[in-house]
């Protein structure tokens, strides 16, 4: 009989390193989507805020720190990635379970925002997009996330079986950023 193993979304594709860009794949832990119920958005923010220590998150922001992150992640919902879900959460909001769903990485380095400028449609120039910003977009013909955790730092998020587009992508786009140096 065969065994099976579980392997990440980038086994075997990262980490990589081309030119001021590294790219490397990040465990955030368990992954809740937060969908407060009509008219509960308050009280969910309140009870996130208790259970995690964060407020639920803006349009186009996040909340929280390293280890306990709530992303936005579209119009009335919430990322939560770190902590399980504190179940009273349940009273004030859909809570589903997104832990394999996706493929978490970050680009970080020198380059990393001009990498990024030749896959994602929308300007994550530190002047605009600071930290703490976060948005739902295309990475190249992919539906994603992109969150901006330091000055040279992002973390993207694609659907799990996108990984190795992902990482052909980022690849690409390094390399030309690369040459360009």
């Not at 392997?7 to 990589?16: D, I, N």
């Not at 368990?30 to 639920?56: C, N, R």
């Not at 330091?150 to 587009?165: E, K, N």
Request: some cysteine; overall charge neutral; aromatic content about 4%.
């Amino acid at each position: 009989m065969d065994e099976l193993v579980a392997k990440s979304p980038c086994a075997g594709l990262l980490p990589l390193e081309i030119g001021a860009v590294r790219v490397e794949e990040v465990d955030l832990g368990v992954l809740t989507t937060i969908a407060p119920y009509a008219g509960q958005a308050a009280a969910t923010s309140d009870a996130l805020k208790t259970a995690h220590g964060m407020a639920f998150p803006g349009a186009n922001r996040m909340t929280g720190k390293e280890g306990a992150r709530a992303i936005w992640f579209g119009r009335d919902m919430a990322l939560l990635a770190g902590p399980s879900c504190d179940a009273t959460l349940a009273v004030h909001a859909a809570l589903t379970d997104q832990s394999d769903a996706w493929a978490s990485v970050t680009a970080s380095g020198a380059g990393a925002e001009a990498a990024l400028a030749r896959l994602v449609p929308v300007d994550l120039r530190a002047a605009t997009f600071k930290r703490g910003h976060s948005v739902r977009t295309l990475v190249q013909h992919m539906n994603g996330s992109v969150t901006r955790l330091g000055p040279d730092s992002f973390l993207i998020l694609v659907f799990r079986a996108m990984a190795p587009t992902l990482v052909h992508d980022l690849k690409l786009a390094m390399e030309a950023v690369a040459a360009r140096g």
